[in-house]
Nanobody
Framework: QVQLVESGGGLVQPGDSLRLSCAASGRTFSNYAMGWFRQAPGKEREFVAGISAGGGAIKFADSVKGRFTISRDNAKNTLYLQMNSLKIEDTAVYYC??????WGQGTQVTVSS
């Protein structure tokens, strides 16, 4: 089992930035590819960004390319999502996943003017 706890969400204005964190415990964090997904009200959960176990391969959804970055610190068992130039349509609950098998409880991000 891998336990995941997201943090860093909040209420911000369009154009602002936020950094989400996902703290992992349990099995070896560095063995897993990690990812961020999000789910807006009334919509299905969608992929946001992913990073390989070693950090060498990264992928983003087209909707966040150039605005979001994903990184991981295997020494701290933590995954990050830096979100810049936030838009209203980025409003959602953001979830981290380990290996697309283990999921956190999510953190709310609300972008509103």
């Amino acid at each position: 089992q891998v336990q995941l706890v997201e943090s860093g969400g909040g209420l911000v204005q369009p154009g602002d930035s936020l950094r989400l964190s996902c703290a992992a415990s349990g099995r070896t964090f560095s063995n897993y590819a990690m990812g961020w997904f999000r789910q807006a009200p009334g919509k299905e959960r969608e992929f946001v960004a992913g990073i390989s176990a070693g950090g060498g391969a990264i992928k983003f959804a087209d909707s966040v390319k150039g605005r979001f970055t994903i990184s991981r610190d295997n020494a701290k068992n933590t995954l990050y999502l830096q979100m810049n130039s936030l838009k209203i349509e980025d409003t959602a609950v953001y979830y981290c996943t380990a290996g697309f098998r283990f999921w956190g409880q999510g953190t709310q991000v609300t972008v509103s003017s």
